[in-house]
Structure formats: C-alpha cells, structure tokens
C-alpha cells in the first residue's frame, strides 16, 4: 500500500510528482506529501487528505526545484493526520524519506533511536528510517543507507534525499515494488509504471534489497553490500492513455468495457493453433498428485471460477485457497504438489509469503500475473501473464476476467500436455475464442443493470446466489457491491439458503441468482423461488430459456461452455455495483477504507 514518486532532472518537481501521485491514489489516499531539494533545504509540503489538496495548497507552487521524492499514504501505523503524513526528516532536518511497506521491528528501532537522544515526532513506522540513516551517517550517504536498511525487518521501498548530496535520490527495495524510469539527463521513480508511463517507456525494475542511486545522468544498482551490479533496462509496450480515461466518467467503468479487448490480448497467439502454448512444454505435469490455488480476494475468486476445468479436463484434486489462511494451516505440499498462484499486481504480501512456503516444501509453482516482473514473478517457477494492461480502479475488474480465461487456458494446456485428446477439450477451447465476441454482446445488460440498480439502491442488504461456477460468480458479484457502493450482501450456494441464510430474506429483499448451467440452472430457480414466496424480489442473470413471471427481472446473457460462463456472468455484477455506487455518489475508483495493492498482512 502507498504510492511513492520520485524526479531527478532538469524540470521542475513538482508537476512530475503530483501527476505520479494522482495515478498511485489507487495504492492509498489518505495523505500526500512531496519533499524536494532547493538551495540547500529540504522544502516538505504534507498533508492529510487526498493527492488534489496538495495540489491546491498555495504552498506547492512556490517549490522551483528539480529533484523530489513524494508519496500518497493508506495509514498502517498512526491516523491520517499531518504529522504522520511522508515525507519524514530526521531530526537535524538533512535526510527525506518516504516508504512504502511495514517495518516490522520499528518499535525496538523507535528505542534505540530515543535512547541515543533522537526524538521521534510521529506515531510512523517510517520515521525511523531517516534518523537511522542520520545515526548511521558519516558522510557517505550510500553507506549509511546499506547499513540501515540491514537493521529493518519487514517490507520497503525506499527513497531518500539530502541537500548533502544535492545531485542524487537513493532508492531501496525489499518486497514493496519499485521502477526506475530512465529518460534523457533526467530519470523517473515510482511504486508502478502508470505513474511515470508518460514519461519513458524504459525501467528497471528495482530487484530485492538493490540499493539505486539515481543522478540525472546516471543509474547505479548496488547489492545491500554494495557491489555494483548490472540489470537489464526493459521496454514495456503499454501506452499512456491505457492509464487515463479516456472518456469514461471512472476507471471502473472504462475497465469494465475494456474487457472484450482485456481478454482478446490474454488469448492472443496462446489458443490460435491446434495447441495451446504457455512455455510449460518442459514441466512434468504428470508427477502432480494434487493441486492447490492459492490467491487473495476477487483473484481468489477467479480460482474458485477456474478449478472445475483443472479437475474436468485435467485429472488432478484442486483445492483453492485464501492466501492468508493457506500459510498458517500447514498445507500438505510435497514435490507432487503442483500451487498456482494469481495475483493481478504480484505483489500481494499474503500472497507472495504462501507462494515462499510452498517453494519451501518442495512445490512446484505457476504465478498468474498481470504486472510484469512483479515480485511475485521472481519467485514463482514459472510465471504466465495476463495482458489486461494497467488495472487502476480499486475493485478489480478486467484482471478478474483474464484471469479465469488464463487459467481455464492452463488448464487447457495441462490436460493437454498430460495426452487428453478429447473433442470435449476440443470443444472448450473453441468456446475460450469465442469469449472476446461474447464479452462484448454482455456489455449490452448495462441499461437493465442501471435499471435494478435504480431501484436497489437504497437497500440495506442484497444477496447473490448460484450453484457451482455460478456461486464462484455470486461472490464476486457480492465483494464488488460491498467494495463501492458499503451495501452489505452476502453470497451463498443457492442450496444452502434453506439451511439458514433464508431467515433474512423478507418483503423486498433482492436477491440475485445466476443460472448459466444447464443441468443445475432449475434448481437455482426454485432456490430463488423459495426466497420470492419470503418476500424476496429476483434478478435472474441467465443463459437459459427461463420462463417464470414470479422472477421480476431476467438478464440474458450468450451462451458458452458452462466452465466459462463466469467470464460473461460477472459483467452484469460488475454493472450493477458500478451503477449502485454512482446513484449512492459514492468514488467508485478509490472506495474508503480499501488500497489497489495490498502489501501488509
Ligand atoms: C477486489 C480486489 C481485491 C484483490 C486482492 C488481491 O476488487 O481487487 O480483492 O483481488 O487484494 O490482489 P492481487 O490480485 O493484486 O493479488
């Protein structure tokens, strides 16, 4: 969580980190600060609050100088409040910092520092930092960061600056993501490339425990121990305008229409030949006795979508899991094991550290990623991408749907590779190509979503329910309503309502069914019935002929291969939160409370 910017360069500061810091809100937004370098002084405007307050606190404009480092805050330790808002300065005022992550040892830090005289004036773990680099400091500003960064347990991205070293920004990583953009006598920092993508379309993608120095001429990476060490500078092919509007009124929205494309370049050459290539060719699938998929939230859900395909065309007993339960229960993994692991930034902490145990015990792992070389790419076996391109509102969208197409291609690919030669897989992955036209027809429910949503709105409480992949959709299409729009809804299997959950149901309620299996469609129908004779008002989102005038209102969606309808069937979910939210005037990009990225446990 938090958004870190930085800019060395012959331009002024500020306006480079003030647009870095609008394109990370997604990461925080309840404070903002930048510090930049200008006659010999550290210029520090902070404040809580979002990124546009900065912007329009008179102070800024006076800033002239061009080196700065700047942040947007998601409070771990201490309120949203000026003083705990980054940028930090040590106590002699000559070292900056901003951070994003946890530091897990800051209270013995905090001690050590206050027993050697310091005084430390937030309730931040961050704080820490520039005073370590003051106690460690003895004029070489590399060094004294080196010998910091050993003493922090926990996660950082790091920048530093200091009118002692007017010409440079330190920068430091370990498990928080860090960028360098590299443009001509002048280079760019970020927590992700969206940020500085309008600048440069060449990084270097900060590794663990690198140290950079960055001039405006020059780049140097350092191990912790400070040898020097050469990286690759890679392009990357997204383009600046996939991080902006583009006419939409919200990222959700454009997100949500940007789907059918999302998908398309997710299947691009993998599915166009007879067989399926994801670069696996070289694993023995056949070793593999059990799998799990392991994730977190709505990428969580897209594993709940995808195992029917693993365990139908490919033979192996898949259990997903919640990556913050996965790592404490001691999972039974061995060298049979085979863990997947889906993360839209790869850089999730509860995710990365369920990934770590299961390369402990021998696993063999595959990471589904949107952001490429993420952390968790550099841990995983074998990393596969979805190509959705940059996801920038909070409730994940296009990620959700490339990943249940990636990961029903994997499954694809391992039957496959495992000698199933069956027109039944043959038939499914016709129906994967077919997912980009059919997406597209989808987007056509808006209007009857806007509709329900209209009159949904004020409702206190909303249930969704769905059978197999269907509930699998039902609870995302339930996170999604309580992200934006602070409805709360829950989502069960419809066969479970009559075994509790129908107590709530009285005159009113709506409940949401989703039906796209033909063999088990009816009997979400008279789940949903049961709750219509409580009281219940339906919206039914199908693929079946339905005839019932007891349903008020029935959503059509194409037809596809039952295993895949959670592509098509989450659109009219994800529509219908998106228009609750805007009716209830909530910010459907930055909902309260919630972070993009989630880096702490
Ligand atoms: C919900 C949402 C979250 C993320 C979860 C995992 O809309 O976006 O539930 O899916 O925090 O994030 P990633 O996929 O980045 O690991």
């Avoid at 002048?186 to 140290?211: C, H, K, Q, R, W």
């Avoid at 059509?556 to 009219?572: A, K």
Wanted: aromatic share 6%.
């Amino acid at each position: 969580m938090c958004g870190i910017v930085g800019y060395i360069g012959t331009k002024k500061a500020v306006p480079v980190l003030i647009n870095g810091l609008l394109s990370l809100e997604y990461r925080g937004y309840d404070s903002a600060g930048i510090a930049v370098l200008e006659n010999d002084l550290i210029k520090v405007v902070k404040d809580k609050g979002r990124v546009k307050n900065l912007q329009d606190n008179p102070e800024i404009d006076k800033i002239l100088g061009n080196i700065g480092i700047a942040h947007t805050r998601w409070a771990t330790h201490g309120e949203p409040s000026k003083v705990n808002s980054h940028p930090h300065l040590d106590n002699s005022g000559k070292f900056s910092v901003v951070h994003n992550g946890i530091i897990e040892n800051y209270s013995i830090l905090r001690q050590k520092l206050i027993d050697n005289g310091y005084k430390l004036l937030s309730e931040t773990d961050t704080e820490v930092i520039p005073n370590l680099i003051h106690m460690n400091y003895n004029g070489n500003i590399l060094e004294a960061v080196s010998k910091t960064v050993k003493e922090l347990e926990g996660s950082f991205a790091i920048e530093v600056i200091s009118p002692l070293h007017p010409d440079e920004i330190i920068i430091v990583k370990k498990d928080s993501p860090l960028v360098v953009g590299v443009g001509e006598n002048e280079n760019y920092i970020a927590s992700d490339i969206p940020a500085i993508l309008a600048y440069t379309s060449n990084f270097y993608f900060v590794g663990e425990n690198e140290i950079g120095v960055i001039k405006d001429d020059s780049i140097t990476f350092y191990d912790v121990n400070l040898n020097e060490i050469k990286k690759e500078l890679k392009s990357i092919e997204w383009d600046a305008v996939s991080s902006e509007k583009n006419g939409y009124e919200d990222f959700m929205l454009k997100e949500i229409y940007e789907q059918p494309k999302a998908v398309r370049e997710t299947i691009g050459q993998r599915m166009s030949s007879d067989k399926v290539k994801l670069g696996l060719d070289d694993v023995d699938f056949s070793k593999f006795n059990r799998m799990y998929i392991v994730a977190c939230g709505t990428a969580m859900h897209a594993g709940l979508a995808s195992k029917y395909a693993f365990e139908k065309f490919c033979k192996i007993p898949t259990e997903i899991d919640m990556a913050s339960e996965f790592r404490y229960r001691d999972p039974l993994i061995d060298n049979q094991t085979l863990c997947i692991f889906i993360s839209q930034s790869g850089e999730t902490a509860d995710t990365i550290a369920a990934l770590k145990l299961a390369k402990e015990k021998g696993a063999t792992t595959i990471a589904v990623v949107n952001v490429i070389d993420s952390s968790i790419t550099r841990v995983a076996d074998h990393t596969i991408y979805t190509h959705a391109g940059p996801e920038i509102a909070v409730a994940s969208t296009k990620a959700y749907t490339c990943q249940v197409v990636l990961l029903n291609i994997l499954a694809a690919n391992i039957a496959e590779l495992l000698g199933n030669t069956s027109d039944e897989l043959n038939d499914f992955k016709q129906s994967i190509l077919a997912l980009p036209d059919k997406l597209k027809e989808v987007l056509d429910t808006d209007e009857i979503m806007k509709s329900y949503a209209e009159k949904n709105y004020m409702k206190k409480d909303l249930f969704f329910v769905g059978r197999g992949a269907d509930y699998a959709v039902s609870l995302e299409g339930s996170l999604k309503l309580k992200e934006i729009s602070y409805i709360h809804s829950d989502a069960y299997a419809s066969g479970e309502l009559k075994h509790g959950p129908i107590a709530l149901i009285e005159k009113d309620t709506p409940i949401i069914g989703c039906a796209t299996n033909p063999s088990i469609a009816a009997k979400t129908i008279s789940n949903l019935e049961e709750a219509i004779s409580r009281g219940g008002n339906a919206l039914l989102v199908t693929n079946q002929e339905i005839h019932n005038d007891k349903i008020s209102d029935i959503v059509t969606i194409p037809d596809i291969h039952p295993m895949l309808s959670p592509v098509l069937s989450v659109v009219p979910l994800q529509l219908f939160a998106y228009h609750i939210a805007k009716f209830k005037k909530l910010d459907v990009d930055k909902p309260r409370n919630l972070a993009k990225s989630v880096t702490v446990e």
